[in-house]
């Protein structure tokens, strides 16, 4: 398993790469999938590239941006890659800076190794099941591109998570700035009234990428809603 770890990482580090200088270019095109929702150059480059490596490990790949695999194939897959090579497509074409390069094992429907790298803050948060969550800065996920590295080295040089427990009392809500809504402000007013230790701090949040796992990782004991707030609403009893 650890070796999956270190073709992953590997992965999500070139892709990101890749995604950058498409990034870092003076313009790129957009499109549109069926579904309404954009697709750039960035998306293809980094499907192409986390392939490249995932395809060592003889395991099949569900991707946001690959083929349609059908149900009935996919239904009987073990253990499979789960990935999206640029999450947050609309944060890219913003240039703010808030997307990430998402890659995940999944074994008997069970998620056992995660990694999501943020390229053009140079964050990378990694974990495997019997290993822990860790973090990784900016000024050390470059080395991960040298052929000469190997995971213990990676891990000597990261940040064992979460990084603080020190706020686990607090509610902090996690909201997306591309999805904020009407509904979804009425109800962080409804929380701000019931819990007295409620943090709502859009620059704060989203300075950690508006990425609900890196969130997660970091240490907060966030409420994360996206199209459930009445389900959330009955959860806690608002009344």
Known sequence: MEELLFISLKAAVSAGKAVLDVYNSKEFSVKEKEDKSPLTEADLRSQKVILSFLSKT?????SEEGKNVPYFERKGWKRFWLVDPLDGTKEFIKRNGEFTVNIALIEDDIPVLGVVYAPAIGELYFALRGLGAYKLESSEVSEIEKKDIDLKTILDSSQLLPLSLSNQGEVTVVASRSHMSKETEEFIKKLSIIFKEFTFDDEQLFHLRDNTFAVLLSGYNPINFRN??????????LK
């Not at 003889?58 to 569900?62: A, E, I, K, R, T």
């Not at 459930?228 to 009893?237: A, H, T, V, W």
């Open 58 to 62: 003889n395991f099949p790949v569900l």
């Open 228 to 237: 459930r707030i009445k389900k959330l609403d009955q959860e806690i009893s």
